[in-house]
């Protein structure tokens, strides 16, 4: 049985990105079931691995006096952009010898992103060369991750109601002319809630990935017992 966690108030980058590392190491230690976090994130910017700063469209000064936090990230991909009403998924998974495979791994992410949307009316598809899920209206849900010793990290972000205006800072993933959507731009008053988006990504990403999902609420970042276990856990090898 794996662990579904969720935050119910938007968390930092660097919160999350510490939670997943401590988390990370003690997957590998086996101290811990496969952990799938679900959250949303304050407003960011995020650089991966081959992120190209020549995409960032406004100076750190501008973003710093726009609430917006700027942080390099060890996922795979370019730049984009989190915020409040964007579902944030990071699976922390130890990949088996018949999903060790970084393709297929990928590939069942944006699966769960196109289900997902199916539930809500919306079609997604993939783009030949392009990872992540699009529709008509523009690219819906964005994928970058990092395998360590074949356990994953970072995930997906999938658009629901979050204000879009915060990618016009960057040239979302790289791709020039390329227009990004969400559930409330297409959907209007009909978008459905973060909690009901949630759900359904959980079960969709359960039968993909082939993990049954407990569902439990996580305590907040600043939780003394959960920086005793980051600390702990961080400090695993």
């Not at 919160?15 to 407003?43: N, S």
């Not at 539930?119 to 849900?141: C, E, H, P, Q, V």
């Amino acid at each position: 049985m794996a662990i579904g966690l969720y935050f119910s108030a938007p968390i930092r980058y660097a919160d999350g990105v510490r939670l997943q590392e401590a988390l990370v190491r003690a997957r590998q230690e086996g101290l811990i079931p496969d952990t799938i976090i679900f959250l949303e994130h304050k407003p960011v910017v995020t650089l991966g691995r081959r992120g190209r700063k020549n995409f960032l469209l406004a100076q750190p000064e501008q973003l710093q006096k726009l609430g917006v936090d700027l942080e390099l990230s060890s996922r795979g991909g370019d730049v984009t952009f989190h915020g409040p009403g964007q579902l944030v998924m990071y699976p922390i998974i130890k990949l088996g010898s018949v999903e060790a495979d970084a393709h297929r791994y990928l590939s069942s992410l944006e699966e769960v992103a196109i289900r997902t949307a199916g539930d809500f009316g919306l079609s997604a598809y993939r783009r030949a060369g392009m990872n992540g899920a699009w529709t008509d209206a523009g690219k819906i849900a964005a994928i970058g991750f990092f395998l360590k010793r074949w356990v994953t990290m970072h995930g997906m972000s999938f658009n629901v109601s979050l204000d879009l205006a915060g990618f016009s800072l960057i040239v979302g993933c790289g791709l020039v002319g390329e227009k990004v959507s969400s559930l409330r731009e297409q959907l209007g008053e009909r978008c459905p809630s973060l909690e009901t988006v949630r759900t359904a990504m959980a079960r969709h990403f359960s039968e993909v990935c082939k993990r049954p999902l407990e569902m439990a609420v996580a305590p907040d970042v600043s939780h003394p017992e959960l920086r005793r276990l980051l600390d702990e856990w961080g400090g695993a090898r």
